[in-house]
């Protein structure tokens, strides 16, 4: 058995398939993972996602240790509840988790990573903060809830304690709000609007049932895999992981190089990766027949061959998409190996479906 969360029994009461993931048994689906994901793409549905781990950084030195930690610059934090996304790297440029980290009052900040790289993340975060004065405490206190679809927020709100909703729903993209003992954040994993909340157990357990009496659809594991593959969202340990570095994963938007004398963590291998242009790019691709593109699988360009890192189908297009890393000359069309048989595809620029619009 593996750890669950504070919302395990409800997930078992509503007939949920519960698997392991990263160590966690959590809900894959409560029936149908199609309905869950078209749920989300048209109206709202609720996660359990407190198999995530939330760290709360303080000390006079957060900021600068932040700066050197990640390859993301946190002065770009010009205020309290501003996020931002980043890759946490080590010395050969490698990604160690992907990351949001938000600045609060103070000197703190509060940092959300993966589940399965809790004890990498924590080892490495503590190592690398050894000559700094900061405080590195992991939050087992909380639950956290994603609500997420194009009525997410205006089904929530309501449902907020006073005041809290009004404020909530002034809140822009990557930004925060912590008050009433809840944090709320305009962020998700899956391309749609909506909010990722961190309360205490017993009022994310009132907040769940009172979402789903509203008539939010409860989604699993299964629906937030294919809405994030539609996303164009990298999936940590496919997508990208400690041999891979940023550039080659669609994520050099996230590597801010300026001031040119921040020394982060892996930004020499970086700056020559980038000089040299880098061989591979990870890319998206749509299946133009018949079958299901998984990962591992090959893919076979006019450059050279690739490697599928993410594949599945997806109920929004209504066929199979990709991402994949393929070498960097490689033109529009390709074909992927499914079970001995070369099927054609195309290579476009994810995200494949954004907000409900399908992008390529």
């Known amino acids: ?28 689906h409560y029936g149908s993972q199609l309905d869950e994901h078209h749920a989300v793409r048209s109206g709202a549905g609720i996660f359990d996602v407190s198999h995530m781990t939330v760290v709360d950084i303080d000390g006079a030195d957060s900021r600068n240790w932040l700066r050197r930690l990640l390859a993301n610059d946190v002065e770009r934090l010009t ?26 009052q103070g000197p703190g900040y509060r940092v959300i990573i993966n589940a399965a790289t809790h004890d990498a993340d924590l080892n490495w975060m503590h190592k690398t903060a050894a000559d700094f004065d900061v405080s590195i405490g992991e939050r087992t206190d909380l639950a956290m809830l994603a609500v997420q679809g194009p009525e997410a927020r205006a089904t929530t709100a309501p ?17 925060s709000l912590d008050a009433a ?14 909010w990722e909340i961190l309360l205490k157990p017993a009022a994310a357990g ?7 009496t509203a008539g939010v659809q409860p989604c699993g594991l299964g629906a937030r895999d294919t809405l994030r593959l539609e996303a164009g969202l990298n999936l940590y340990g496919q997508d990208m992981d400690m041999q ?7 994520l050099g938007w996230t590597v801010c190089w300026e001031p040119g004398d921040r020394d982060f963590i892996g930004r020499p291998v970086l ?27 090959r893919v076979v360009t006019d450059a050279g061959d690739g490697r599928v890192t993410s594949g599945g189908f997806s109920p929004t297009l209504e066929c199979s998409i990709a991402l994949a890393r393929v070498p960097s000359a490689a033109g529009e069309h390709c074909e992927v190996e499914i079970r001995s048989n070369f099927k054609p595809a195309r290579i476009v620029r994810p995200p494949f479906v954004k907000q409900g619009q399908i992008l390529v």
């Open 206 to 212: 009132k907040l769940w049932d009172e979402l789903i």
């Open 159 to 175: 449902l907020l304690p006073e005041g809290l909703g009004e404020q909530a729903l002034g809140l822009e993209s990557f930004e």
């Open 79 to 104: 205020a309290p509840g501003k996020g931002l996304y980043s890759c946490m790297l080590n010395p050969a440029g490698g990604v160690i988790d992907d990351l949001i980290v938000y600045r609060q």
């Open 244 to 250: 891979t570095s940023p550039l080659v994963s669609n």
């Open 1 to 28: 058995m593996g750890k669950q969360t504070h919302l395990y029994e409800r997930h078992v009461a509503a007939g949920a398939k519960i698997v392991d993931f990263g160590g966690w048994d959590m809900p894959l």
């Open 181 to 194: 003992n809840i944090f709320m954040a305009r962020t998700g994993y899956t391309g749609e609007d909506g």
């Open 271 to 297: 700056e020559e990766e980038k000089r040299s242009k880098g061989s591979h790019r990870l890319v998206g691709l749509v299946l133009e027949d018949r079958g299901v593109i998984r990962a591992g699988q």
